[in-house]
């Protein structure tokens, strides 16, 4: 698909959580989002800046990217001609049945990735693989073959072996936390409906104030984007069933189409109606 800012091609299994994209930004901006996939990309050419977990990395020509579901990201050119990558995401369930695959049945915990930006030739190799594959017409058993390949290279040489450490907690810190976590779960029970903040707040138990300040805090965006991330996640499952966009977007809270789509393209780099054709 040719937009006004480069080209994104996009695919997806229609069976399973794995989808691949390859596209060519100039002037894109991604503003911060998350996915509930593992996500790896490799920059082709020019570079890419991004914030992750509260420092700033810059992704450059044939260096690896590594986000764990829910790692909170953006993403601009660093480069003048903009950047051209391929990224793949992949559900937990993915990883996790070729862990279980490769260990006989001893998976253990999900794979944790500590660096957002890896410079290592092997890893982007075997994804560079795994992406030719899956947007291909390579038979289904080599795909398979290539994502247990690069799924056990990225776990084996991007992942930590070890649980990061857990900052000692005040009685205040832990009230903040836990108010950050029922609003979060007071979103996913209501994200389709209107939320006026002191509705929000309540179920919250503090103040707005102290409720945005945690929220942002604990989960890296504001109660209103990730109410907007959740409706646009309920979008994207709607589309693969084949929903029209402008149904899908009256199904999920948005205005309208216009509205769907916009958004759609700023997180997600491509259309709704691209993304229900892939």
């Given at each position: 698909?040719?937009?006004?800012?480069?080209?994104?091609?996009?695919?997806?299994?229609?069976?399973?959580?794995?989808?691949?994209?390859?596209?060519?930004?100039?002037?894109?901006?991604?503003?911060p989002h998350s996915h509930d996939t593992?996500?790896?990309?490799?920059?082709?050419?020019?570079?890419?800046?991004?914030?992750?977990?509260?420092?700033?990395?810059?992704?450059?020509?044939?260096?690896?990217?590594?986000?764990?579901?829910?790692?909170?990201?953006?993403?601009?050119?660093?480069?003048?001609?903009?950047?051209?990558?391929?990224?793949?995401?992949?559900?937990?369930?993915?990883?996790?049945?070729?862990?279980?695959?490769?260990?006989?049945?001893?998976?253990?915990?999900?794979?944790?990735?500590?660096?957002?930006?890896?410079?290592?030739?092997?890893?982007?190799?075997?994804?560079?693989?795994?992406?030719?594959?899956?947007?291909?017409?390579?038979?289904?058993?080599?795909?398979?073959?290539?994502?247990?390949?690069?799924?056990?290279?990225?776990?084996?040489?991007?992942?930590?072996?070890?649980?990061?450490?857990?900052?000692?907690?005040?009685?205040?810190?832990?009230?903040?936390?836990?108010?950050?976590?029922?609003?979060?779960?007071?979103?996913?029970?209501?994200?389709?409906?209107?939320?006026?903040?002191?509705?929000?707040?309540?179920?919250?138990?503090?103040?707005?104030?102290?409720?945005?300040?945690?929220?942002?805090?604990?989960?890296?965006?504001?109660?209103?984007?990730?109410?907007?991330?959740?409706?646009?996640?309920?979008?994207?499952?709607?589309?693969?069933?084949?929903?029209?966009?402008?149904?899908?977007?009256?199904?999920?809270?948005?205005?309208?189409?216009?509205?769907l789509s916009r958004w759609f393209q700023?997180?997600?780099?491509?259309?709704?109606?691209?993304?229900?054709?892939?």
């Amino acid at each position: 698909m040719a937009t006004t800012d480069g080209w994104v091609r996009y695919w997806r299994d229609a069976d399973r959580p794995v989808e691949a994209m390859h596209a060519h930004f100039l002037d894109h901006v991604y503003p911060p989002h998350s996915h509930d996939t593992y996500s790896f990309g490799i920059t082709d050419a020019g570079a890419q800046q991004f914030r992750c977990r509260g420092a700033a990395h810059t992704s450059g020509a044939g260096m690896v990217m590594a986000f764990n579901p829910e790692d909170v990201h953006d993403g601009r050119a660093a480069a003048e001609l903009g950047y051209r990558y391929r990224i793949v995401h992949l559900g937990p369930s993915v990883i996790r049945d070729v862990i279980a695959d490769a260990t006989d049945g001893r998976s253990g915990a999900l794979p944790l990735f500590p660096l957002p930006v890896l410079s290592d030739h092997a890893l982007a190799a075997a994804l560079g693989r795994l992406h030719a594959a899956l947007v291909g017409t390579t038979d289904p058993l080599v795909r398979d073959e290539r994502l247990t390949a690069a799924v056990t290279a990225m776990t084996s040489r991007g992942a930590s072996t070890t649980t990061p450490a857990v900052l000692p907690q005040t009685p205040t810190d832990r009230a903040r936390r836990q108010a950050a976590q029922r609003a979060r779960a007071f979103l996913h029970d209501a994200y389709l409906e209107p939320i006026p903040a002191e509705h929000l707040a309540e179920a919250a138990g503090c103040s707005r104030f102290t409720l945005y300040r945690s929220f942002r805090a604990e989960f890296g965006l504001a109660p209103s984007d990730y109410q907007r991330q959740l409706r646009l996640r309920r979008a994207r499952s709607l589309l693969k069933a084949g929903t029209t966009a402008a149904d899908a977007a009256a199904a999920t809270g948005f205005a309208d189409q216009a509205h769907l789509s916009r958004w759609f393209q700023r997180v997600y780099g491509l259309t709704p109606g691209a993304f229900r054709r892939a």
